[in-house]
C-alpha cells in the first residue's frame, strides 16, 4: 500500500504530557499539509510543508505545536504539554506538486491519528 | 466563521431515494473538492470542479459548481446502503493562499437504510 501513512492511530496522553504524530507521505510525494478535525467541526489546515521547510504555518496554534519534515524520514507533528482541547483527529494529507494556475491541487490523505487527552 | 457552509447536516433517507447536498459561501473559489469520509478514516476525494457551471459526473453522483464559483451541489441518484458517509465540500480560495490549503465545510452525514 503507497499510500500516506500515519502513526499511530490512536493515542492516549495525559495532560502536560508530550505527543508526536508520524506522517509519511505516498511514495513520490514531496508536499505534507497537516489538519486538525475537532468534533463536530470540519477539517482545519494547520501546516505545509515540504522536505525541511515549513512553507505555511498560518493555521497552528502559537503555542506548544510544532511541524518538521526533515530530509530523511517522515513528517512529526508535535504537541506539547498537551491540553484537553488538544483532543482530535490529526490528518496528514500529501501531493506531488503544486497546482498550475487556477487548477486544484490534489491531496491524498491518511487514515489520521486520534489523539485523546485524559 | 464557516468559509463553507454545508446543508443538511444530516440526512437519513430510503435505498432508491435521490437526494441533493449543498455547500454554500459568500467567496470566489478557484476550485472545489468533494470528499467521503468513513468513520475512522481520511476523507478520499471524489471529485475536483474548477470551471463556474460545470458539471461532472460520476456514476450516480452528479457534481456541479455555481457560475460565481461560491457554492456546489452532489446529487445522488438512487442512493444505496452503500453511499452512507459523511460527505464534505472542500474549497481553494481564489489566488492568493497556500496550495493544498483546502478550507472544509463541517459536512453533511448521510444514512441510507436498505
Known amino acids: 500500500n503507497a499510500g500516506v501513512m500515519q502513526n499511530p492511530r490512536h493515542l492516549v496522553r495525559r495532560r502536560g504530557q508530550e505527543a508526536r504524530l508520524r506522517c509519511s507521505p505516498m511514495?513520490?510525494?514531496?508536499?505534507v499539509y497537516w489538519y486538525r478535525q475537532l468534533p463536530e467541526e470540519g477539517l482545519k489546515f494547520m501546516v505545509y510543508l515540504q522536505k525541511e521547510n515549513i512553507i505555511d504555518e498560518s493555521g497552528m496554534p502559537k503555542e506548544r505545536f510544532s511541524a518538521e519534515f526533515p530530509k530523511e524520514g517522515p513528517s512529526i507533528l508535535r504537541i506539547q504539554q498537551v491540553v484537553r482541547g488538544d483532543s482530535a483527529a490529526y490528518f496528514c494529507?500529501?501531493?506531488?506538486?503544486?497546482?498550475?494556475?487556477?487548477?486544484?491541487?490534489?491531496?491524498?490523505f491518511g487514515a489520521g491519528s486520534r489523539l485523546t487527552v485524559l | 466563521t464557516q468559509l463553507l457552509e454545508q446543508s443538511p447536516q444530516f440526512l437519513s433517507i430510503q435505498e432508491g431515494e435521490n437526494l441533493t447536498v449543498y455547500c454554500n459561501s459568500s467567496?470566489?473559489?478557484?476550485?472545489l473538492q468533494w470528499y467521503r469520509q468513513e468513520p475512522g478514516e481520511g476523507p478520499v476525494l471524489l471529485v475536483t470542479?474548477?470551471?463556474?457551471?460545470e458539471v461532472k459526473k460520476l456514476k450516480r453522483l452528479t457534481f456541479q459548481f455555481g457560475d460565481a464559483r461560491k457554492d456546489s451541489s452532489l446529487h445522488i441518484t438512487a442512493a444505496q446502503p452503500g453511499d452512507t458517509g459523511l460527505y464534505l465540500c472542500?474549497?481553494?480560495?481564489?489566488?492568493?493562499?497556500?496550495?493544498?490549503?483546502?478550507?472544509f465545510g463541517r459536512g453533511t452525514q448521510l444514512t441510507v437504510w436498505p
Open positions: 472542500a474549497g481553494a480560495p481564489d489566488r492568493g493562499s497556500t496550495l493544498g490549503r483546502l478550507y
Open positions: 470542479v474548477v470551471t463556474g457551471g
Open positions: 467567496s470566489v473559489f478557484s476550485s
Open positions: 511514495k513520490g510525494h514531496s508536499h
Open positions: 494529507a500529501s501531493s506531488s506538486n503544486r497546482a498550475r494556475g487556477s487548477g486544484a491541487n490534489v491531496l491524498t
